[in-house]
């Protein structure tokens, strides 16, 4: 049974830091590009930032304060998300795709207020 769990949302002030996790199961890890979407409030899910074995990309609304990394050995992709904005307050959701199947987990809320 395929698994995406997803943690470390909450709430986080402005300038703050927080480190997304997403725990995988159920596929191979390795041969999957991983991803972390979000959505905010009446606007449509985004792409944040996607790694596969080459290459690793960000939308520029978060480059340079997101890095998204993986550790193979436990299956695991994280996002770590520095000098957080408002505008970063969306649902995030972890994702895995090879081409011809997408797993998605259920999200996790970030919050960025004071």
């Known amino acids: 049974q395929v698994q995406l769990v997803e943690s470390g949302g909450g709430l986080v002030q402005p300038g703050g830091s927080r480190r997304l996790s997403c725990a995988t199961s159920g596929f191979t890890f390795s041969t999957f590009r991983m991803s972390w979407y979000r959505q905010a409030p009446g606007k449509e899910r985004e792409l944040v930032a996607a790694q596969n074995t080459e290459i690793t990309k960000y939308i520029p609304a978060v480059k340079g304060r997101f890095t998204i990394s993986r550790d193979i050995f436990q299956s695991t992709v994280y996002l770590q998300m520095n000098n957080l904005k408002p505008d970063d307050t969306a649902v995030y959701y972890c994702?895995?795709?090879?081409?011809?199947?997408?797993?998605w987990g259920q999200g996790t809320q970030v919050t960025v207020s004071s």
């Open positions: 994702s895995a795709d090879n081409g011809d199947l997408t797993y």
